[in-house]
């Protein structure tokens, strides 16, 4: 499976969680990164993690979200908590591989007030 697959987005209130999942080979040699892109706005970092190195996250969500992976089920999560109607956006996870860069189609967050 070349493509990433991200599943776990849905319709929260402020201050609620969820937990985004993204089945994909994992490596120790890729990078897997998460992204999102609200309407209108360019997309943007969210966290990024590497088998053998710590967690990367921006500063808009640190503190609130984390990322780790599965390698035993292929999966990448961003567990996202104490969300805000700003985090509503497409959140898209991206494997990158040497060279290679795969992007998933992405799962729609929505945070209401």
């Known amino acids: 499976q070349e493509q990433p697959m991200e599943s776990g987005g849905g319709s929260v209130q402020a201050g609620g969680s969820l937990r985004l999942s993204c089945e994909t080979p994992?490596?120790?040699?890729?990078?897997y990164e998460w992204h999102r892109q609200a309407p209108g706005l360019e997309r943007e970092f969210v966290s990024s993690?590497?088998?053998?190195?710590?967690?990367k996250i921006a500063d808009s969500v640190q503190g609130r979200f984390t990322i780790s992976l599965d390698k035993s089920k292929n999966m990448v999560y961003l567990q996202m908590n104490s969300l805000r109607p700003e985090d509503t956006a497409m959140y898209y996870c991206?494997?990158?591989?040497?060279?290679?860069?795969?992007w998933g189609q992405g799962t729609q967050v929505t945070v209401s007030s």
């Open positions: 993690i590497i088998s053998a190195l710590g967690p």
């Open positions: 994992i490596y120790s040699y890729c990078r």
């Open positions: 991206k494997r990158m591989c040497g060279s290679q860069v795969y």
